[in-house]
C-alpha cells in the first residue's frame, strides 16, 4: 500500500486553473488490471485504486498519510513560468521576426 501526494495539473483544453490548488492522495495499484475476455473490459480486485483523498495543504496530506502508517511519496511540481503575451506585440516596430504575409 503506496500513495502519491501531488498537485494535479492543469487541464490542457482549459485555460483556467481550477482543480489544481488542492493536493490529492492517491494509491498505488497493488495487482494489475485484467481484461474481460467476452466485454472487453478491464476490471481489477484492488479497491484502493478508487480511493482519492483530497487536502488543503501538502503538510496537511503527509500528516493524513504519516499518521494512518501509509508510506508515501510526495510529487512536487515547479510553478510553470507565466509568458505575458499581448496582441499588439504582433504589430510592434521592434519586433525580432518581420511581420509578413
Request: hydrophobic residues 40%; without cysteine.
Given at each position: 500500500?503506496?500513495?502519491r501526494i501531488y498537485r494535479p495539473a492543469k487541464n490542457a483544453m482549459q485555460s483556467g486553473r481550477a482543480k489544481t490548488?488542492?493536493?490529492i492522495l492517491e494509491f498505488?495499484?497493488?495487482a494489475a488490471k485484467k481484461l474481460d475476455p467476452l466485454m472487453g473490459w478491464t476490471g481489477s480486485?484492488?479497491?484502493r485504486g478508487q480511493v482519492r483523498l483530497s487536502f488543503e495543504s501538502r503538510d496537511?496530506?503527509?500528516a493524513y498519510a504519516t499518521?494512518?502508517?501509509i508510506p508515501h511519496e510526495v510529487i512536487e511540481k515547479p510553478e510553470p513560468?507565466?509568458?505575458l503575451k499581448a496582441y499588439?506585440?504582433?504589430f510592434a516596430t521592434a519586433r525580432k521576426v518581420p511581420w509578413t504575409h
Open positions: 500500500m503506496f500513495a490548488q488542492q493536493w498505488e495499484p497493488e480486485t484492488d479497491m496537511e496530506a503527509i499518521r494512518h502508517h513560468k507565466r509568458v499588439a506585440d504582433n
